[in-house]
């Protein structure tokens, strides 16, 4: 019986929370993600009454925020932003997909290079090291080249 009453209670909660979010979490969570902000950081802001907005941040406070598009800055309130987007790097990204794939050149390099009477073992573990480091190496660059926004809010 014990058993029952605590499924139920723990069903009816988890029912109840979305709930919760909608009245003043939204407006909470709005606001954290507005403070995380910085100046000069490129943003992307959506409301229903301006559409969709990039450019860089110029100001901000508990009200509102302003972007510096061409030619004149824009004043969004805050409490319409449905969303907000920051830009970042692919660098992680690039570093991972890069050191992946000089691996995989490394490994197949130092398998059919080398000579009979070399130690195949020690050529193809430091082909491998070298195909990572240089693969991490231009992914990394190759990754900070491209732009990616993450999103920030909701």
Do not use: Y
């Amino acid at each position: 019986m014990g058993l029952v009453v605590a499924v139920i209670v723990s069903l009816s909660l988890a029912m109840s929370t979305p709930g919760i979010g909608q009245t003043g979490g939204t407006s909470i969570m709005r606001q954290s993600a507005i403070e995380s902000l910085h100046d000069s950081q490129w943003v992307r802001l959506a409301s229903p009454e301006i559409g969709r907005r990039e450019g860089r941040l110029l100001a901000r406070n508990p009200t509102e925020l302003i972007l510096s598009p061409a030619p004149d800055p824009v004043r969004i309130p805050a409490a319409e932003i449905d969303t907000i987007w920051t830009r970042g790097s692919s660098t992680k990204t690039g570093l991972l997909v890069g050191a992946l794939l000089g691996a995989a050149l490394g490994a197949v390099a130092g398998s059919s290079l080398g000579e009979a009477d070399t130690d195949r073992a020690g050529f193809l573990a430091l082909s491998i090291g070298a195909g990572t480091a240089g693969g991490g190496l231009l992914g990394a660059l190759f990754g900070t080249a491209l732009p990616r926004w993450k999103r920030s809010f909701p």
